[in-house]
């Protein structure tokens, strides 16, 4: 099956620092690339949607200047989370879904997400 | 708004049957997916519903009803390793989902 990975798998920060988070689709070519953020015990909410080539779709309620991403290639998407508070400490999964035609469209890989943790 | 609603808990023990539900509002329907996510983990796909009706894929089963804005993902023959967080999730736009509340299933001995 298609696999996604996540860069870093966890990362412990001070508050008013930026971090990266990085998302790469491995063995496919990537058309649209999903972030969202979990908090424990809770759901997935989907934060934006990023296409590649083009500027990302934020949710509402979602600061684009805040988190800000890149989707650079067809194999990487980035989420940077500027000027990290406490309250930004999550689990950030990013998923993508596959160009090949052949495939259905209906399902996203997910990959293993990004604890963050802001002090 | 959107809403997708699970119940939050379910437990049953080995080798048993567990049904969990999910009934969604949503602004646009394309197909109901089910999630398994084990804690601290990705969620990896389950079955997806397009049509109304039961979908089989080994131990699991997933129904859909789009009249009644209603679903269900049945377990069978349940194992300890089956003790995880499922999600039901609304493809609501292209390629877009919005998940359910979730359900912790406890599977025990």
């Known amino acids: 099956g298609a696999v996604v990975s996540q860069h870093p798998s966890w990362v412990i920060c001070k508050s008013g620092t930026s971090v990266k988070i990085e998302c790469r689709s491995l063995?496919?070519?990537?058309?649209?690339m999903f972030w969202y953020r979990q908090f424990p015990k809770q759901s997935l909410m989907l934060m934006a949607t990023s296409n590649e080539g083009s500027k990302a779709t934020y949710e509402q309620g979602v600061e684009k200047d805040k988190f800000l991403i890149n989707h650079a290639s067809l194999t990487l998407s980035t989420l940077t989370v500027t000027s990290a508070h406490p309250e930004d400490s999550s689990f950030y999964i990013c998923?993508?879904?596959?160009?090949?035609?052949?495939?259905?469209?209906?399902?996203?890989?997910f990959g293993p997400g990004t604890r963050l943790t802001v002090l | 708004g959107q809403s997708l609603e699970q119940p939050s808990e379910v437990t049953a023990v080995e080798g048993a049957i567990v049904q969990i539900n999910c009934t969604y509002q949503t602004s646009g329907f394309y197909g109901l997916s089910w999630y398994q996510q084990h804690d601290g983990g990705a969620p990896t796909f389950l079955s997806y519903n397009a049509l109304d009706g039961l979908e089989e894929t080994g131990r699991f089963s997933s129904f859909l009803s789009r009249s009644d804005s209603y679903g269900y993902l049945l377990l069978q023959e349940l194992q300890m390793k089956d003790s995880a967080s499922y999600f039901c999730a609304v493809r609501t736009g292209f390629q877009k989902l919005v998940f359910g509340t979730g359900t912790r299933l406890l599977v025990s001995p």
């Open positions: 998923s993508a879904t596959q160009l090949s035609s052949g495939t259905t469209d209906n399902e996203q890989f």
């Open positions: 063995d496919f070519q990537a058309t649209t």
